[in-house]
C-alpha cells in the first residue's frame, strides 16, 4: 500500500506542479513513467547478469522454456498499459476534483503490487511457465480494468 500510494502521490504532485492538464500530455507522462521503470529493470538485469559472469543457466526442457520466452515483452506492454492508466486517474481525480477515480487507482495500483510480493514471498514458482503466464493475465487485466476505468470517469 505505502508503494502505491508513495507513487501515485508523486505522479500527482508531477502533475500538478507541472500544470499537466491535457489527456495526451498525461498519456506521456504515464509512457515515461513505464519506460523509466523498465529502464532500472532491465539495466539490473544486465549488471546481474555481468556479475555472474554472463552464464546462461542451462535450462531442461527448451520447449517450456520458449514458451516463456516472450513474457517480459507481454508483462512490459501491459505494465506500460497500468502506467497510463493510473496517472490518467490520478489526473481526473485532480482535474475534476474527485476521490474516487483516485480510490479506485490506488486499489489497482496496491492489488498487483500487493499480489506480485505475496506470491514471490510465499515462493510461487515464477520459472514454470503456465504459472507465469497466469500471473501475467491477472496483472494484464488490472491494466485493462484501469484503462476502462478511466474511460469511464474520462467520459461520465
Not at 555481468?50 to 512490459?76: A, N, P, S
Not at 503466464?133 to 478511466?150: D, G, P, T, Y
Request: charged share 20%.
Amino acid at each position: 500500500l505505502w508503494s502505491s500510494v508513495s507513487e501515485l502521490l508523486f505522479a500527482a504532485l508531477f502533475l500538478w506542479k507541472f500544470e499537466i492538464w491535457s489527456p495526451s500530455e498525461v498519456v506521456l507522462f504515464g509512457l515515461g513513467a513505464g519506460v523509466a521503470e523498465m529502464l532500472v529493470i532491465t539495466l539490473s538485469i544486465l549488471f546481474e547478469s555481468i556479475k555472474k559472469g554472463g552464464e546462461k543457466e542451462k535450462k531442461e526442457d527448451e520447449t517450456e522454456w520458449q514458451y516463456g520466452y516472450w513474457h517480459t515483452v507481454y508483462e512490459r506492454f501491459f505494465a506500460m498499459v497500468g502506467h497510463v492508466g493510473s496517472r490518467f486517474l490520478i489526473w481526473i481525480g485532480i482535474v475534476q476534483a474527485e476521490i474516487l477515480p483516485v480510490i479506485f487507482c490506488v486499489m489497482t495500483f496496491t492489488l498487483v503490487d500487493g499480489v506480485a510480493a505475496y506470491l514471490q514471498e510465499t515462493g510461487y514458482d515464477f520459472e514454470n511457465p503456465k504459472k507465469l503466464f497466469r500471473f501475467l493475465h491477472f496483472n494484464a487485466a488490472i491494466s485493462i480494468l484501469e484503462i476502462i476505468l478511466c474511460l469511464i470517469f474520462f467520459y461520465y
